[in-house]
């Protein structure tokens, strides 16, 4: 393993429900990542194929609009595998990068018709290390994404280190927050859609409480970036040119901030880390060793939820 790593976050903008061309974009970044030295990439939360804005301007009660714009946007989600994501392994393949990119994941298991927020792990050999699915989407995000299970809190080996991934508002779950570092995770991939001032602090937050390094990825798009055909954009106020400035952050294990956050452009934000600055963090307080107390606390992660 390398004692210097470059990581980095994207922050860019989805081609709004074109799954194709979102691939493409998401190929290209890869490749140009690997090479400008990066060893790590992270993509936004729902990158594949767009963060589904809708849910906090349309009511339930307009269930021909919100259907239209589902059928969309299950068609234009991922499966795994499927061939979007074997063009994302062989991107990071020939780039040699580890890829954690967010995405809409069909249930192929059963129906196909249902959605989970999803995060792919991808080595820098190409290979799919594993997903997450989101344990519970927020408030009007319930109506899109089924919720995920315990199965998919871990952490993966990798060229760079042990990585692991929480969406969005499951870093403010405590329990969520406890396994993951209970896998000695090294670096937290934390796709969001959350850009509020109060996020980053909750990134530094996670960062000092884990002792690890937080890739905080958001994505940065425009009104003009929606297509004028989908008819919920005229519920935006008038005049609005950002639909989200991302605010994108790298946070190092003692708070700090290493890059970002980047506002209002898309870019790629990048940082040089040294994993032995999570040991140096860890001297006072390590949440999972000298701090963790078992004789006073006792932790369990359901895996499953069909096991007791």
């Excluded at 403010?172 to 996020?199: C, E, H, V």
């Excluded at 956050?261 to 790629?268: C, T, W």
Aim: hydrophobic share 40%; aromatic share 8%.
């Amino acid at each position: 393993m390398k004692k210097t790593i470059k990581i980095a976050a994207a922050q860019l903008s989805s081609v709004f429900l074109n799954k194709k061309k979102t691939v493409d974009k998401a190929c290209e970044a890869i490749h140009n990542a690997g090479a400008n030295g990066i060893d790590l990439i992270v993509f936004p939360e729902a990158f594949i194929s767009g963060y589904p804005d809708w849910v906090w301007l349309i009511p339930n009660s307009k269930g021909a609009a919100l259907n239209e714009l589902y059928l969309k946007l299950v068609e234009n989600a991922v499966s795994i595998p499927d061939e979007s994501t074997k063009k994302l392994c062989n991107a990071a393949r020939k780039a040699k990068i580890n890829v954690v990119i967010g995405l809409h994941e069909r249930n192929s298991e059963t129906s196909n018709s249902s959605l989970f927020n999803g995060l792919l792990f991808i080595s820098d050999k190409g290979t799919i290390l594993g997903k997450h699915r989101k344990l519970i989407p927020t408030g009007g995000e319930r109506l899109i994404w089924s919720q995920g299970d315990g199965s998919s809190l871990k952490s993966y080996e990798t060229s760079v280190g042990k990585i692991a991934g929480l969406i969005c508002w499951e870093n403010f779950m405590p329990l969520a927050r406890n396994a993951i570092y209970g896998y000695g995770t090294q670096i937290l991939a934390a796709p969001t859609w959350d850009k509020s001032p109060n996020w980053l602090q909750t990134m530094q937050h996670v960062a000092r409480e884990g002792g690890l390094f937080v890739i905080s990825t958001c994505m940065a798009i425009k009104m003009e970036d929606i297509p004028d055909k989908y008819e919920f954009k005229e519920l935006y106020p008038e005049g609005r040119e950002w639909i989200n400035t991302g605010n994108s952050a790298i946070i190092a294990p003692n708070g700090k901030i290493l890059a970002g956050p980047l506002e209002a452009e898309e870019g790629i934000l990048t940082a040089e880390i040294n994993l032995q600055d999570i040991i140096k963090a860890k001297r006072m307080f390590d949440v999972v060793g000298h701090y963790s107390r078992p004789d006073v606390f006792k932790f369990e992660l359901k895996k499953s939820k069909n096991k007791d």
